[in-house]
């Protein structure tokens, strides 16, 4: 049997294991080490407390595994295994652990119980080559990373940039699996043609001009995401002259809300921080959960992700050309030399040249991809891919 631990129900994940279950080719269970996100959860990020509002244990075999109290899913230490997975994976008869990356201390122990008990073990990590390591990091993170990756059998790589760093480290040609790093498409698609016909109306309520180009940032309103590259970018004098002038609409919230609002001309407001400045005008929509966020991709003409290296993919740009609507991303994204380059170069920019970005919204105005190249893009970031590359490796093992 194959077993998949993973800090908590994550709504990018959970479709894979139901595609999986679905296939039926592989015995597996989903083993969780926390209810976050399922259960009311804070996030600190968000500032406040949410809970997913779809259905994220249907579907598939899954447990609940024994973790200290208080567990924080985002700390390293945060999230530490109370058992030793050997009896389980003995009394499961495992013979595959499949860990979701190495940022939290459980990984690193369910591994060493894995391997202690002569059970193979895989990777699928976000992690990426993108990151600047400050020189005083470089050798403990070589030597302890060098340490977990000697007892990985199997590394399934999301994009070419996580391929890299596994390669930068030694690890060899035939232990790196391609599983490209997706969402459940068929949803985020299906979502945006439920909401399409309602545009105008969405658009209307969020005080959207009609005639404006509309500009999406999904997701927290925190530094490493650099949110307010963006209205600096669209504050160019260069606006002026075009037939439609841009408007931002930002969904999600966090520390940098205040600050995004002064920097603005606010027209709706559904934080009600009663803020607001002289700039590019803009909507705040607040946290839009599962079921909601395809409103935000349906009212908006692109999305813009302009985060630092710390954004290891960016699944929202999935979300977002998965729903139809282009996008411009920074060049210290995870994926945007997978998702973005091959559309157009100028849509992948140097993050923080407000320049490059500037030039890419104009892109987008004025000749953005086609639904049917946004579409072919997305067909190979697909669930069914991870599910064939998955079996495939199962199978070749088992035989």
Same mark, same amino acid.
């Given at each position: ?52 509002? @779809?259905? *994220?244990?249907?579907?598939? +075999?899954?447990?609940? &595994? ?5 567990? %924080?899913?985002? /700390? =390293? ?55 600047? @390591?400050? *020189?005083?990091?470089?050798? +403990?993170?070589?030597? &302890? ?5 000697? %007892?990985?059998? /199997? =590394? ?244």
């Amino acid at each position: 049997m194959l077993v998949v631990l993973t800090t908590h129900p994550i709504q990018y994940q959970v479709p894979l294991w139901r595609a999986l279950a679905k296939e039926g080719s592989i015995p597996f269970e989903v083993w969780y080490l926390s209810r976050h996100g399922i259960d009311p959860s804070p996030d600190a990020e968000f500032q406040q407390t949410f809970k997913w509002d @779809i259905d *994220l244990l249907a579907g598939y +075999p899954y447990e609940f &595994l024994q973790t200290h109290a208080n567990q %924080k899913v985002h /700390h =390293f230490w945060g999230v530490r295994l109370e058992e030793n997975l050997k009896k389980r994976f003995r009394e499961k008869k495992v013979r595959a652990l499949w860990v979701q990356g190495w940022q939290v201390f459980a990984y690193w122990q369910a591994v060493w119980q894995a391997h202690e008990a002569g059970v193979k073990v895989w990777l699928r990590g976000e992690s990426n080559d993108l990151a600047p @390591i400050p *020189l005083w990091k470089r050798l +403990p993170k070589r030597i &302890l990373l060098g340490a977990l990756f000697k %007892k990985i059998d /199997h =590394f399934l790589y999301i994009g070419e940039a996580n391929r890299r760093l596994y390669k930068r480290y030694g690890v060899s040609q035939e232990q790196l699996h391609s599983t490209p790093y997706g969402v459940d498409n068929e949803r985020f698609a299906r979502q945006a043609k439920e909401f399409l016909p309602k545009r105008a109306e969405i658009r209307r309520r969020w005080k959207i001009p009609e005639e404006a180009f509309c500009i999406l940032f999904a997701g927290k309103l925190i530094p490493k995401k650099r949110p307010l590259d963006l209205v600096q970018a669209v504050r160019d004098v260069r606006f002026k002259n075009r037939d439609k002038l841009p408007h931002l609409l930002f969904a999600g919230s966090g520390e940098l809300g205040r600050k995004l609002r002064q920097t603005c001309c606010v027209v709706f407001d559904a934080e009600k921080m009663n803020e607001g400045g002289e700039g590019p005008t803009a909507s705040f929509v607040g946290f839009l959960n599962q079921t909601e966020i395809s409103k935000a991709y349906v009212a908006a003409d692109c999305l813009v992700l302009p985060s630092d290296h710390r954004e290891t993919w960016g699944l929202v740009v999935n979300e977002a050309l998965a729903s139809g609507i282009p996008c411009a991303v920074s060049d210290t994204c995870g994926c945007a030399e997978d998702l973005i380059h091959a559309l157009h170069p100028k849509l992948r920019f140097p993050m923080g040249n407000q320049e490059a970005l500037t030039e890419a919204i104009f892109l987008l105005m004025e000749n953005p991809p086609s639904s049917r190249v946004l579409y072919e893009q997305m067909t190979k970031f697909g669930i069914e891919i991870v599910v064939q590359s998955v079996r495939e490796l199962y199978q070749s093992w088992e035989r």
